[in-house]
């Protein structure tokens, strides 16, 4: 009888066993990997508008955000509202439409945002100080949840992102931010 005869019969084979061994290493590491935050940075801020909400104007906006998806597997997210800070009060909101990102990707999402006039008009001594100096801070945060399929599981994921930012109130450009994201996965 030859070799190859009874390795046939025997039911394996060293091509088998080596294509087994690379499928269980995939799956270890795909089960095994650590979440990584993903990294967010706002590009730009657009005026788009200013909308009349009698005795002062709102204006409308678009967030120009950098995203970047570190982990090995694709995120599908909800949609959801980043709420925006002046001084501490409650100025705005931009909405996330919900979407998704591939695995180990960079995205690019422009979000329209809106702030409040009469917020803005309470800061009024502030905010002329900030406007002749140049530089306005706001403060963001949102909460995004979604889900990451591993294999042919979902495992559902939160992101709180927390934005230091500084403007330039006159021409809307970015001056300097802080970031910071903590990422939370519940395992069913």
């Not at 120009?64 to 925006?84: A, D, G, R, W």
Request: proline content about 4%; some cysteine.
């Amino acid at each position: 009888m030859s070799k190859e005869g009874s390795r046939r019969r025997g039911g394996w084979s060293w091509t088998s066993a080596l294509v087994g061994a690379a499928a269980a290493g995939v799956v270890v590491s795909a089960l095994s990997s650590k979440p990584r935050d993903p990294d967010f940075h706002l590009i730009s801020i657009d005026l788009t508008s200013f909308k009349l909400n009698f005795p002062v104007l709102d204006a409308e906006l678009i967030l120009t955000v950098h995203v970047t998806n570190p982990n090995v597997t694709s995120i599908t997210y909800l949609s959801t509202e980043m709420s925006i800070f002046y001084s501490g009060d409650h100025l705005g909101s931009a909405r996330v439409k919900a979407g998704s990102q591939p695995p180990r990707s960079c995205q690019v999402l422009r979000l329209p945002a809106r702030l409040s006039g009469v917020q803005l008009a309470h800061h009024g001594k502030e905010f002329l100080s900030d406007v002749a100096k140049r530089e306005m801070v706001l403060d963001a945060t949102v909460d995004i949840e979604g889900f990451a399929k591993v294999m042919w599981w979902d495992h559902k994921f939160r992101v709180h992102v927390d934005s230091h930012v500084t403007v330039d109130p006159v021409f809307f450009d970015v001056i300097d931010q802080e970031n910071k994201s903590a990422l939370e996965v519940f395992v069913r």
